[in-house]
């Protein structure tokens, strides 16, 4: 895939379009993947693609919306985020740094039912034609708690098969 320097995306309604700067991807992936540019690369055009989604549903919504990378590898288990942090990295979730990366969109506070739905759609309608798999959820610590108790081995947390297939 090109890279590009903006990220341009639809707001939740389809009815205006803008662009994003290009995010910084946290320190810790770029220290973990340095000696894998390749896959530096393919995270960069990943969490690039889920902020432009993520400053979209800010502007459209009254809630934050943050940005996790990470993944669920088999047979570890995860724990709930901190909620006097905001998660900045998958680390906050998990006991060990992921094996495989993925993007999770987490919605701050009490954001459920048909809202949550349709934020959720949204950012599959945007992510999934550029080729990422991206899941919006809430953020608030039982909610998150309880959605990775029961997704925890969903695909979504696994990662996508061709960045697995790098990292291995």
């Keep these: 895939m090109e890279r590009n320097n903006s990220y341009e995306a639809f707001n939740s309604f389809g009815s205006e379009r803008r662009q994003y700067k290009v995010v910084d991807m946290p320190v810790a992936l770029k220290e973990k993947f340095a000696d894998q540019p390749e896959v530096l690369e393919d995270i960069q055009d990943r969490y690039n693609a889920a902020a432009a989604y993520v400053n979209v549903f800010n502007s459209s919504y009254s809630v934050e919306?943050?940005?996790?990378?990470?993944?669920?590898?088999?047979?570890?288990?995860?724990?709930?985020?901190k909620a006097v942090q905001k998660p900045q990295s998958f680390v906050d979730l998990k006991r060990n740094f992921p094996s495989d990366v993925d993007i999770l969109i987490c919605i701050e506070n009490d954001f459920y039912g048909n809202a949550q739905r349709q934020a959720d759609a949204n950012s599959r309608n945007l992510m999934l034609p550029l080729g990422y798999f991206v899941h919006a959820q809430v953020y608030d610590r039982d909610g998150l708690e309880n959605m990775l108790e029961s997704y925890g081995g969903n695909e979504w947390f696994r990662g996508l098969k061709e960045l697995k297939d790098k990292l291995k």
Excluded at 67 to 79: D, F, K, P, Q
């Design 65 to 81: 919306a943050y940005i996790i990378v990470g993944s669920c590898a088999a047979g570890e288990g995860l724990r709930p985020g």
